[in-house]
């Protein structure tokens, strides 16, 4: 199906590289108009990320006059279910405490929020990619400046690395 292996761009560039075989224009009128067609069905299920072809296939409607102005039409479509779907999926990281293996771009939207710091494991350059850690801490004070709370993660290779920690601190006077 279509929809699980897009592979009209390619196709498309078949076609134009042999633009003198005696079908060529056909097919490609054929390809534009099934990425026409395929398009709201993609924006439709929220395929914006990984593997899918819904940008590249907005851009090359765009340079068909014919589908120029529907594919403008597309893009500010998928946009605004892109803006959506962003939106619901943050809605949803804002009541998660972060987890072993949560993307490290999720954190801050997490109900962590932004860390109060984030420091580097020592010689981080020059460390292999698998070798580097980041780590992550968030210090919560009470109203008269004193420490409630830290909590702490490790990143490595873009994910939370192990158990995030919470240390409770208790002050008497």
């Keep these: 199906m279509a929809l699980e292996k897009p592979d009209y ?8 590289k042999i633009a003198d075989y ?11 108009l099934e990425m026409s067609k395929l398009v709201p069905e993609m924006i439709e299920k929220e395929m914006f ?3 899918y072809y819904l940008d590249e296939y907005i851009e090359i ?9 529907q594919a403008e039409e597309m893009k500010e479509a998928a946009a605004l279910a892109e803006a959506k779907h962003l939106n619901k999926v943050r809605g949803k990281l804002s009541v998660t405490v972060p987890y072993e293996g ?5 954190i ?19 460390l292999r990619d698998d070798r580097r850690v980041k780590h992550y801490k968030w210090v919560e004070k009470d109203e008269l400046g004193r420490t409630r709370t830290i909590k702490t993660l490790m990143v490595k290779e873009g994910a939370v690395w192990g158990e ?10």
């Excluded at 765009?62 to 120029?68: D, I, Q, T, W």
């Excluded at 949560?102 to 999720?106: K, V, Y």
């Excluded at 995030?164 to 006077?173: A, G, I, K, L, T």
């Design 61 to 69: 409607l765009l340079k068909v006059p014919k589908y120029a102005k």
């Design 49 to 51: 990320y990984e593997g």
């Design 108 to 126: 801050r939207f997490s109900s962590w929020g932004e860390p109060t710091e984030i420091t580097k494991e020592l010689n981080y350059d020059s």
């Design 102 to 106: 949560m993307s490290e771009t999720d």
């Design 164 to 173: 995030p920690v919470v240390s409770r601190y208790y002050q008497n006077n």
């Design 9 to 16: 761009a390619v196709a498309l560039r078949s076609f134009e």
């Design 22 to 32: 005696k079908d060529s224009e056909n097919k490609r009128d054929e390809i534009y």
